[in-house]
């Protein structure tokens, strides 16, 4: 009893560790800025608080129905997915932080515009293991009224709440965050000592109470990423409200925004239709300059166009001024034409966040140089700047004294940038992103750490003019006319080139001695790469899709410290480096996909060190093994592409090898049941021939076994709620991980 009382509290520990992922801004901001489907981070979220709801119970009734003790099992398995899946987001979102050199407070902005298109296969497989896991889960909450489990008003689940709710008289908390609710009971006004509301996330969520203004102790309100697009007409009677994360302008109310007028905010707020302000003496009256904000956003309807022109607009924003106290401002769709003094003029001086996006009418910057203490600065979609210069730096001596991180994203019509030679002198992040019509970059940037470069076709840049001793990171995204550099660089830690460069035939490696991470994608003129002396820094190299490269230094590769190889889709190659059991010690991972004239591993064969190898070719995998040294590591073997009809035959695989991944054997009919022993792991994807299991079964040392794409195999290993349907089943019920599609 005492296991199954520590199992409880394990699960709630683990949905606990979840649900701060799931709340993490950088952690939602990573998975948009992947262009993953947010959806599935939001189901999941509420899949994992339905579960949350019948946990209490079902621990409860576990010790007298085994039924429910299996559900539960069932539900701690899931939620171990799913925390291994958000453990592996969470581990990605490290890595490229570290990757880019990033602070903290920075990085969320970096990753949302500039870790995209160049990580599909990641972004696939999190997706598929994130509507698998969902579907588990949905699976498991759906059987809570066989199982006569009970739930609390506050899960994932609910939809509707009960009148009953205002009878919680002395209730001060209320946190129905990522629930499906759609509407509040009008008995919630009767919570009359409630001092907290949380509504974040509800995405059902379609209005307030009308009598919320009853609520007169309350202090903090909640509900961004809700359907909420009005305020109750008496909003602005909360004079106790302290902390508001969203505020809507109604064309229709005579109040509007004036009732912010009255209540003494602090935190963050978002203030959005700002466009419907009609009368901009209306704005001034919200006294945004008294309150204690630290975060503010300014939204206009993206599709709203000024019948009047842009004047209203201009002066709705300077009567919209907040104190000098704020450190992050956005404004979002604005449509008037020039900016309000107080946006630049060091009347924020507390500002380290400025955020200029969509404002399409705006035909020149404002000399944002003047910001003493802005250190980070995005301007994305300002479409009517052609052209940045000398009053982008104001008319200080030196200008952007503080700031650390520049990005421009999106500006279609911009061509030229130039700055005085005093500015940026501490700016060290530079991103410039979908902007093809830019011809050059400033000379002036002197302290740069990480220059990146994204979907800039006009940019004609040698990027020698722009590497300084401090340069750490390099990432050019298709600028076919940007040039890599051709001289010593000593600081340079990480060059990622992915189809730009056009002027790139061959990489020399000594002339970045402290080089980690080498990266290559789509460089259709790359054909070799080149060394003259040992390389003691790189850990990292990846080619992929370079139709012209062929050779690696003739002598081998001598790279003590390299312990990740991928190439794939490079049709040129025709062999892998010499002596790799030599030069390469340190070789952990393996990977050499869709390179069709590389059939036979140098000799030696691998370092022994290789613990990961996948391979799409049966020669290259036969070579492979014929050259394993007796101690070798290898543990993770995955194959694909490969044309037989039964594999693998007894004594191929090493005793080592305890995972096997077996992908897209179009003929495959059957698996070799004494060539699968040792494994622990097998995973067979895409196999359309493949017709059953082995008649012995698979070997007891199997605890984890995949199938995919496998349509004649998966009926025969089906089982619903316990009652084996296939003839297969017994073969595999005894696997602790099951994943069938």
């Not at 889960?137 to 205002?166: C, M, R, V």
């Not at 959005?272 to 901009?280: D, F, G, K, W, Y």
């Not at 975060?295 to 300077?318: C, F, Q, T």
Request: aromatic share 8%.
């Amino acid at each position: 009893m005492a296991a199954e009382v520590v199992g409880g509290a394990l699960l709630s520990a683990f949905l606990q560790v979840a649900f701060d992922r799931l709340a993490s801004p950088q952690f939602v901001d990573f998975f948009r800025g992947r262009k993953l489907d947010e959806k599935l981070l939001d189901n999941l979220n509420i899949m994992l608080h339905s579960i949350n709801a019948l946990a209490d119970d079902a621990e409860q009734k576990q010790f007298r129905d085994p039924h429910v003790k299996a559900w539960l099992f069932a539900v701690k398995e899931a939620v171990f997915d799913a925390e291994d899946l958000l453990g592996e987001i969470d581990y990605e979102l490290t890595r490229c932080q570290v990757e880019a050199g990033s602070e903290p407070q920075t990085f969320t902005y970096k990753v949302s515009n500039f870790v995209n298109s160049t990580f599909s296969s990641f972004n696939k497989k999190i997706e598929s293991e994130m509507k698998e896991v969902l579907e588990k889960l949905e699976y498991l909450a759906k059987q809570k009224s066989a199982l006569g489990l009970k739930e609390g008003i506050y899960s994932g689940n609910t939809s509707e709440l009960p009148d009953s709710l205002g009878d919680l008289k002395h209730l001060h908390s209320l946190d129905l965050s990522y629930t499906i609710i759609q509407k509040l009971p009008d008995s919630t006004c009767l919570l009359y000592n409630l001092l907290v509301l949380k509504l974040n996330y509800c995405s059902s969520l379609t209005e307030l109470p009308s009598n919320l203004h009853k609520l007169t102790k309350l202090r903090c309100l909640e509900f961004e990423k809700t359907k909420v697009t009005k305020m109750p007409i008496h909003f602005g009677e909360l004079k106790n409200l302290q902390i508001l994360n969203m505020f809507f302008i109604d064309r229709n109310s005579e109040l509007g925004i004036k009732q912010l007028g009255g209540l003494n905010l602090h935190g963050g707020l978002s203030i959005n239709e700002v466009q419907n302000i009609a009368n901009p003496l209306n704005a001034l009256e919200a006294n945004l300059k008294t309150k204690n904000l630290v975060k503010l956003e300014l939204k206009w309807n993206s599709n709203y166009m000024a019948d009047d022109g842009p004047r209203k607009e201009i002066k709705v924003l300077e009567n919209l001024q907040p104190s000098n106290q704020l450190e992050h401002l956005s404004i979002r769709s604005y449509c008037g034409t020039e900016f309000p003094s107080w946006v630049f003029d060091n009347s924020l001086s507390n500002l380290v966040f400025l955020q200029l996006e969509d404002c399409k009418c705006c035909l020149c910057l404002p000399p944002l140089g003047l910001l003493s203490s802005l250190k980070t600065l995005e301007i994305k979609g300002l479409d009517g700047i052609v052209s940045i210069g000398a009053e982008f730096c104001g008319s200080n001596s030196s200008s952007f004294t503080s700031l650390e991180t520049l990005k421009f994203y999106n500006m279609k019509e911009w061509e030229d940038w130039e700055c005085k030679t005093a500015s940026f002198p501490r700016l060290q992040h530079l991103y410039v992103d979908r902007c093809p019509k830019l011809k050059g970059l400033p000379d002036q940037l002197l302290y740069l750490k990480e220059l990146i470069i994204f979907f800039c076709d006009k940019l004609i840049i040698g990027v020698n003019s722009m590497i300084t001793s401090s340069l750490q990171f390099l990432r050019i995204y298709s600028c076919p006319l940007v040039s890599i550099p051709v001289t010593h660089h000593d600081f340079l830690e990480k060059v990622m080139i992915e189809g730009g460069c056009d002027s790139l035939t061959n990489f020399r490696l000594d002339l970045f001695p402290k080089l980690s991470l080498l990266h290559f994608t789509r460089c259709r003129n790359l054909q070799r790469i080149s060394e003259d002396h040992t390389h003691n820094h790189l850990k990292e190299m990846i080619i992929r899709e370079c139709s012209q490269f062929e050779s690696f230094p003739i002598e081998g590769l001598s790279a003590p410290h390299l312990q990740r190889i991928h190439i794939s889709g490079v049709e040129n190659l025709k062999s892998l480096p010499e002596r790799m059991q030599i030069l390469l010690p340190s070789l952990n991972k393996l990977l050499i996909i869709e390179c069709p004239q590389v059939e036979m591993f140098p000799d030696g064969g691998l370092p022994s060190n290789v613990k990961e190898v996948s391979l799409s070719s049966l020669k290259l995998m036969t070579s492979m093994i014929e050259t394993l040294d007796a101690n070798t590591c290898l543990e993770s073997l995955s194959i694909r592409n490969v044309d037989v009809e039964c594999f693998p035959d007894e004594g191929f695989l090493p005793r080592s090898l305890t995972s096997l991944v077996i992908q897209n054997f179009p003929n495959l009919k059957r698996l070799d049941y004494k060539g699968l022993c040792h494994l622990s792991s097998l995973t067979i994807f895409d196999c359309p021939s493949l017709e059953c299991l082995p008649e012995e079964g698979l070997p007891k040392s199997i605890s984890s076994l995949g199938i995919s794409g496998c349509p004649l195999l998966k009926p025969r290993c089906r089982c619903r709620c316990h009652n084996p349907e296939g003839e297969d089943w017994g073969k595999i019920a005894h696997i602790q991980y099951l994943r069938i599609d």
